[in-house]
């Protein structure tokens, strides 16, 4: 696996590194400081997947997320940031970020998140995971009581990270069907993606343990 490591400050790019390393040492990562650099590094040498600071010195905010999404349409992107309040990981999320993990996470957090991104799994801060009481930051409609036994099943596993192949198993189901449930499970509650289902879920206050 190839991984752009775009942030400008250098302390952070070397614990990411190591860290990165400690998970899984055959790890390529390229480092970049500058938004630019990091899209030139990306044209000439295409990442699996990108780690990227919000706060850049050429370009600041959610503006350097959408620069990497248009440029990299089919690379996952994942933000790690210092900017973490509710409204920018909402924001990024529906901007396309696969994740979202804070900087003032412990190094343990860090690390834990890092593995679960790498593990197919998405981290977010635990913030955004709380019920959501005045209004749906997606702007989709609740559809929670719609989902029959086996569809909130499959959800609950989908929040606790799992992906289809390990929910088939679990289950003792196909995975076509896994992922059947899961693209109504999407519809009805109106996500666009299992990022946003994981959002849905928590807005709704939606906590599901396993029948």
Do not use: W
């Amino acid at each position: 696996m190839r991984v752009l490591l775009v942030d400008d400050h250098a302390l952070i790019r070397q614990g990411l590194v190591r860290t990165l390393g400690t998970i899984d040492p055959s790890i390529e990562v390229r480092q970049a400081a500058r938004c630019a650099e990091g899209l030139d590094d990306a044209a000439r040498h295409p990442p699996d997947l990108v780690l990227l600071d919000l706060q850049l010195p050429d370009r600041r905010g959610l503006d350097v997320l959408v620069a990497f999404r248009e440029a990299l349409p089919a690379t996952p992107v994942a933000v790690i940031s210092a900017l973490e309040s509710r409204d920018v990981v909402i924001r990024a999320l529906r901007l396309g970020a696969k994740a979202f993990i804070g900087k003032s996470a412990s190094s343990e957090y860090v690390a834990d998140s890092l593995r679960a991104l790498l593990e197919g799994r998405v981290p977010l801060p635990s913030g955004v995971l709380e019920a959501e009481p005045r209004g749906d930051a997606l702007g989709a409609p609740a559809g929670a009581a719609e989902l029959s036994d086996r569809q909130r099943d499959v959800l609950a596993l989908v929040v606790a990270g799992l992906p289809n192949k390990l929910i088939a198993e679990r289950l003792g189901v196909t995975e076509a069907t896994v992922k059947f449930h899961v693209t109504t499970v999407l519809r009805r509650l109106g996500a666009a993606s299992r990022t946003q289902l994981l959002i849905r879920a928590a807005q709704q206050g939606i906590r599901l343990p396993l029948r």
